[in-house]
């Protein structure tokens, strides 16, 4: 907008973080609004009670100045708690449009100053990456429910684990979805490494052949196969190698970003599996097998090929 402020024009950051003084300044400073004066000591009991750390102390009449101590100096999750708590005594004691408001208001600042957190319509605060990344977990967990993907499902759980960690591990957790792309791929191309060179070998010829009846999907497949081996190369950047002084942090936007690719490119790995041992099932039962079983021949061959290079 033309009228906006230059900071906010010229001086945004795009990377996201887990708290902010200005957020809390801003925050803080919602407590002088005129709705809080008939509230904020019943508001502070309330919030103290719920959260276990005292809001009020025996002074009297200056309960919003306490108010402002307490929004900026609690601790992270003391802080993200008060702003739910607040929404529901809000709704509860005053009204729906106050609440709603004081839910917007919070919101927009949190968006203003990068905070990595989502505040849901009920006034909940939940991690940035929560809608998205959970909707490509769920279903990439459910796309591995045989028992021969356990390890993947373990690796894609202990990645979970550090992304929700207080603070978030970005890098431990990127780490892990590698792990888990790693062991998907090896399970479905044995003896095979994940290099950008073994994706195009493996891949490339399978990704053909499940789609030979349709020319415009194989075009896609190939530009998203680069796009596999640019998640590759840049996950990479972030593993720990022996003798090697261990890379910074990875910015929470990018390894969210990461991460959310790994689980989507996991799912579309262990279809391809899955095609590919039912193929080999139809083989084996005497049956004629569908076009994919072409596949499972020229991987067949390659891994010969890729036995007798490494003797």
């Not at 809000?90 to 729906?96: G, M």
Request: aromatic share 10%.
């Amino acid at each position: 907008m033309p009228e906006d402020r230059f900071s906010r024009l010229y001086v945004q950051t795009k990377e996201f973080t887990q708290d902010s003084d200005r957020a809390r300044y801003r925050i803080a400073a919602l407590f002088r609004e005129p709705i809080f004066n008939d509230h904020a000591e019943q508001l502070a009991l309330y919030v103290s009670r719920t959260v276990g750390v005292p809001i009020l102390s025996s002074a009297s009449g200056r309960c919003l100045s306490q108010w402002n101590q307490f929004i900026c100096g609690c601790r992270t999750p003391d802080f993200l708690d008060a702003i739910t708590l607040v929404y529901r005594y809000l709704f509860w004691h005053i009204s729906e449009d106050v609440a709603y408001w004081w839910r917007d208001v919070v919101r927009q600042i949190f968006a203003d100053e990068h905070l990595a957190y989502q505040i849901d319509d009920a006034g909940g605060v939940h991690p940035a990456v929560d809608q998205e990344f959970q909707r490509n977990i769920v279903s990439t967990v459910a796309a591995l429910q045989s028992h021969r993907y356990q390890s993947i499902s373990q690796s894609i759980e202990i990645a979970s684990s550090h992304l929700y960690a207080d603070p978030p591990n970005y890098k431990m957790a990127w780490r892990a979805m590698l792990l888990a792309v790693e062991g998907l791929f090896g399970l479905k191309f044995p003896h095979a490494r994940l290099t950008l060179e073994e994706i195009l070998r493996r891949l490339l010829p399978a990704v053909e052949s499940a789609y030979k009846t349709n020319s415009t999907a194989q075009k896609a497949t190939r530009a998203i196969l680069t796009c596999f081996q640019g998640w590759v190369e840049a996950s990479l950047m972030y593993r720990h190698q022996p003798g090697v002084a261990d890379a910074p942090d990875p910015p929470a936007d990018i390894a969210i970003l990461a991460i959310s690719h790994g689980a989507s490119f996991i799912r579309w790995l262990a279809d391809l599996d899955v095609d590919s041992s039912e193929s080999v099932q139809l083989c084996h039962d005497g049956e004629t097998a569908p076009h994919k079983s072409s596949v499972i021949a020229m991987e067949v061959g390659q891994s010969s090929e890729f036995d007798q290079a490494a003797t």
